[in-house]
């Protein structure tokens, strides 16, 4: 019953922007803090930005600070990543997560893929 559906991905050229969107369902959405997580190919999976409860703080990988954006709205359950002047390092299936210390769980999607070439 547990959802979180990222969209949004594809294929962008170097500079570019893009914006991905987490829809959630099933669990206390306001209660977990978000965060968006990339896995390139013969890497290992990475947090490049994270978000509390309320949205009154961030924080984001020294790699993407001042290009990508983080950002939810507990109304409508979702959660957003802006990633503008985008580069190929950054092509990466990316992954919503959602963590609550008090409920002790967590829960990921299941990826989009975002592709940065000429």
């Known amino acids: 019953q547990v959802h979180l559906v990222e969209s949004g991905g594809g294929l962008v050229q170097p500079g570019g922007s893009l914006k991905l969107s987490c829809a959630a369902s099933?669990?206390?959405?306001?209660?977990?803090?978000l965060g968006w997580e990339r896995q390139a190919p013969g890497k290992e999976r990475e947090l490049v930005a994270g978000i509390t409860t309320s949205g009154d703080s961030t924080s984001y990988s020294p790699s993407v600070k001042g290009r990508f954006t983080i950002s939810r709205d507990n109304v409508k359950r979702t959660m957003y990543l802006q990633m503008n002047s985008l580069k190929p390092k950054n092509t990466a299936v990316y992954f919503c997560n959602a963590v609550s210390a008090y409920e002790d769980s967590s829960y990921w999607g299941q990826g989009i893929q975002v592709t940065v070439s000429s």
């Open positions: 099933g669990f206390n959405f306001s209660r977990y803090a």
